[in-house]
């Protein structure tokens, strides 16, 4: 197995991922695997930059559009399905390309994931209603109160990761970190991880436009169009929760834009503070 292997591409959100696993997958005539952790939903469509219909009609994409809203996905669901989707290629094929911007599934897909023990559902439930109610600054406030040694390296605009943070120390008493062992699992095949890397005042220019591309071909309607499941937890992600605000008549339309850009501008920041700790990365200055 040694002589499959898999590429993965990684890098901040608009930095030009998809377009360069499309090029990379015609040239070795092979399938894709997405490692994002919102274009696997169905109902989620121009908010989450999806690749090209022709794309997705020309080449086999694995992890779009797989999931409703209403499933649980997490680095543990993708971990199992991107694992199978890699074995479904080789059968015909010796390359597979990954590419996508969630760095725990990234993680989760070529080191594999610690055992974190399981939680009281009881707890997990109140904490999800709890959330519901109070929004993300309550959730925030518990997690600097409880676990302030996550906090330091949570991403602070992932209710889920949150959650899951709070979930495990009130079940455990112990933070999450405790249980991050980094011991990396062997994998069968090769994994070969290049990184996108553009200068700070090009990606903010294709971010901004990117948004504006969104809203221009029906972001708010499509949000709209989700109104009944603004809670769920798929929903909870920039590009959404803004316009959900405009919809709200919290924000006005322009304000909820400009909000969008500076989320996904911080989103991307995070991102690269990620990938940039991982020294296997190859990076390409585009």
């Known amino acids: ?21 499309i090029e990379l997958a015609r040239r070795y005539n092979t399938a894709i695997i997405s490692a994002d952790s919102r274009q696997c939903y169905k109902e989620l469509n121009i908010g989450v930059a999806k690749p090209p219909a022709e794309a997705l009609q020309s080449i086999q994409h694995y992890f779009i559009s797989s999931h409703s809203v209403h499933d649980e996905v997490n680095a543990e669901v993708f971990e199992q399905y991107a694992l199978n989707a890699a074995k479904e290629i080789f059968d015909w094929n010796d390359t597979a390309i990954m590419v996508g911007g969630t760095g725990m599934y990234i993680k989760a897909f070529c080191e594999g994931l610690d055992e974190i023990p399981s939680v009281d559902t009881a707890i997990r439930n109140e904490i999800i209603e709890s959330y519901k109610q109070n929004g993300i600054t309550w959730l925030r406030d518990e997690i600097k109160k409880k676990d302030p040694v996550f906090w330091q390296q949570a991403e602070q605009q ?3 990761r949150l959650m899951r ?23 069968s095949f090769r994994i070969i991880k290049l990184g996108i890397f553009l200068p700070r005042q090009q990606l903010h220019y294709n971010i901004d436009n990117r948004v504006n591309k969104m809203i221009a071909d029906g972001l708010v309607d499509e949000v709209r169009s989700l109104s009944p499941y603004k809670n ?9 929760r803004e316009v959900f605000g405009y919809i709200d008549n919290k924000l006005s339309l322009d304000e909820a834009v400009l909000q969008i850009k500076h989320n996904t501008k911080q989103y991307a920041k995070r991102q690269l503070t990620w990938f940039k700790k991982d020294a296997s990365i190859h990076w390409l200055n585009m």
């Open 1 to 21: 197995m040694k002589k499959k292997r898999v590429i993965v591409i990684v890098g901040p959100t608009a930095s030009g991922k998809t377009a360069l696993s």
């Open 158 to 160: 992932n209710p889920r």
């Open 165 to 187: 943070a709070l979930e495990v120390i009130h079940s455990t008493g112990r933070s999450i970190v405790h249980f991050r062992t980094s011991q990396k699992k062997e994998r």
């Open 232 to 240: 769920l937890n798929a929903l909870q992600t920039v590009g959404y």
